[in-house]
């Protein structure tokens, strides 16, 4: 376990870190406000892209706006733990390198570990999670096992694909407050299909925000809209 060395990230700074968890090496960026923070949110990116990939460091920077810190890892077979060319785009490539990084199991792990490491050097604070369609897929087991988590932003997943059985089976432990969003017109996870997960999830402090267009295509204003709701309930 090994932190890289400080970057400058637009006037923020940025750590790289590197675990070992069960055998598995998990790379992690860590960024946070240079007077520190009190806050954190993990950031679980979405399939076929990685830790560092655009939309991430877009929430990033807009949580350390706020004084958040944030972290995130390469989630399974992504990233710099891709063996099978999912992160140059390859979609035919998702569940093979989902199952080939270890699937839930292993992901829930290996967040949980990377969290325990962060804390290490900066400390417990309250956490938050955000992350859609993969992001989700990764965030659900975690956010149902941990209680550290008090607030999450999910979405763009439904009960679809490598892990719709953990999907369907962890939703109801779910009991902290969660924002979720869908694209009506999602042409990769059915629509029906998101509102099920959404319907299983077992908070009561739950709300659906729901856009017109492609799964891609979450409007900018839900993004920051995101960024609000767990300033508000990260606490």
Same mark, same amino acid.
């Given at each position: 376990? %090994?932190? @890289?060395?400080d970057t400058e990230f637009d006037g923020f700074e940025e750590r790289g870190f590197e675990l070992e968890v069960e055998g598995r090496f998990v790379p992690g960026v860590y960024w946070t406000p240079r007077s520190g923070a009190d806050r954190l949110i993990m950031l679980g990116h979405g399939g076929t892209t990685h830790k560092k990939t655009g939309y991430i460091l877009t929430v990033a920077h807009l949580l350390l706006q706020?004084?958040? %810190? %944030?972290m995130a890892i390469d989630g399974p077979g992504h990233g710099d733990r891709d063996t099978t060319g999912i992160s140059n785009g390859e979609e035919a490539e998702f569940e093979r390198a989902w199952d080939q990084g270890g699937g839930t199991k292993a992901s829930t792990s290996d967040?949980? %570990?990377?969290l325990d490491f962060v804390e290490s050097e900066y400390g417990n604070r309250p956490t938050g999670w955000w992350g859609? @369609?993969?992001?989700t897929m990764m965030g659900i087991p975690v956010v149902a096992k941990e209680d550290r988590i008090c607030a999450a932003l999910l979405g763009l997943m439904g009960f679809w694909g490598p892990n719709k059985s953990d999907l369907e089976r962890l939703a109801p432990e779910i009991t902290c407050p969660v924002r979720f969003l869908v694209q009506w017109d999602d042409e990769v996870?059915?629509?029906d299909s998101c509102l099920k997960l959404f319907e299983k999830l077992g908070t009561q402090k739950k709300t659906l925000h729901g856009n017109p267009g492609l799964h891609a295509k979450v409007p900018k204003f839900e993004i920051s809209g995101s960024i609000d709701y767990l300033n508000r309930h990260v606490r």
């Amino acid at each position: 376990m %090994a932190w @890289s060395a400080d970057t400058e990230f637009d006037g923020f700074e940025e750590r790289g870190f590197e675990l070992e968890v069960e055998g598995r090496f998990v790379p992690g960026v860590y960024w946070t406000p240079r007077s520190g923070a009190d806050r954190l949110i993990m950031l679980g990116h979405g399939g076929t892209t990685h830790k560092k990939t655009g939309y991430i460091l877009t929430v990033a920077h807009l949580l350390l706006q706020k004084g958040f %810190a %944030a972290m995130a890892i390469d989630g399974p077979g992504h990233g710099d733990r891709d063996t099978t060319g999912i992160s140059n785009g390859e979609e035919a490539e998702f569940e093979r390198a989902w199952d080939q990084g270890g699937g839930t199991k292993a992901s829930t792990s290996d967040w949980i %570990a990377s969290l325990d490491f962060v804390e290490s050097e900066y400390g417990n604070r309250p956490t938050g999670w955000w992350g859609l @369609s993969m992001g989700t897929m990764m965030g659900i087991p975690v956010v149902a096992k941990e209680d550290r988590i008090c607030a999450a932003l999910l979405g763009l997943m439904g009960f679809w694909g490598p892990n719709k059985s953990d999907l369907e089976r962890l939703a109801p432990e779910i009991t902290c407050p969660v924002r979720f969003l869908v694209q009506w017109d999602d042409e990769v996870v059915p629509i029906d299909s998101c509102l099920k997960l959404f319907e299983k999830l077992g908070t009561q402090k739950k709300t659906l925000h729901g856009n017109p267009g492609l799964h891609a295509k979450v409007p900018k204003f839900e993004i920051s809209g995101s960024i609000d709701y767990l300033n508000r309930h990260v606490r």
